[in-house]
């Protein structure tokens, strides 16, 4: 007996939904294993201290990387009140890899050591950068965005002399209606 109505559709699951899970998966299964395999060849007391000296380094980085990144952030701000334009400012690497490799030290396992060791060698964090902006430019100028600089340039407002000022549009002529004795305020009129 058909009704004449198409079978119904069952919703796709997305590629990365289906392997996020099940390389994290592996990931883990591969660093249980390598640290059994270390600990059963330096023994468990030279696990340990490795595991704590990872937790170690990773904080100490995390730790610096925060402070410049505070410092980048109060500097900017201060360029930026003294009126400096855009092309007179210094040349700035992000502190987010950094901040990355820091957390993979923290994580116990030897893969993640290795990561986040590999993420504190500069020419390694510079080359990933650009690689993650030149990837995120594509995917935007492919979503019709344009540029990522044009993306924040749009919530901006631009005085007649150039300078950028962010703010907000208040209308003058929008008066609060008068209260009415409910405490309830009537419908403003168009």
Do not use: C
Not at 8 to 14: I, Y
Not at 28 to 55: C, H, K, P
Request: charged letters at 20%; hydrophobic letters at 45%.
């Amino acid at each position: 007996m058909t009704t004449g109505s198409p079978p119904p559709t069952v919703p796709q699951r997305s590629r990365a939904r289906t392997l996020v899970p099940l390389s994290v998966a592996a990931w883990l299964a591969l660093e249980i294993w390598l640290l059994t395999v270390v600990a059963d060849a330096a023994g468990g007391f030279t696990l340990f201290l490795l595991l704590v000296a990872g937790v170690v380094l990773g904080s100490v980085v995390i730790k610096r990387a925060g402070r410049r990144a505070f410092r980048n952030l109060t500097e900017t701000l201060q360029r930026q009140q003294s009126g400096e334009t855009p092309a007179q400012r210094r040349g700035s690497s992000g502190n987010g890899f950094l901040m990355l490799g820091g957390l993979l030290l923290m994580l116990p396992g030897p893969v993640s050591d290795a990561a986040g060791l590999l993420l504190l060698v500069p020419p390694v964090r510079s080359f990933l950068g650009r690689y993650a902006e030149r990837s995120l430019e594509r995917r935007m100028s492919a979503a019709g965005a344009g540029r990522l600089g044009d993306a924040f340039q749009q919530a901006r407002m631009h005085r007649p002399d150039g300078k950028v000022v962010q703010g907000e549009v208040v209308r003058e002529d929008a008066r609060p209606a008068p209260r009415r004795d409910d405490g309830l305020r009537p419908p403003l009129a168009p």
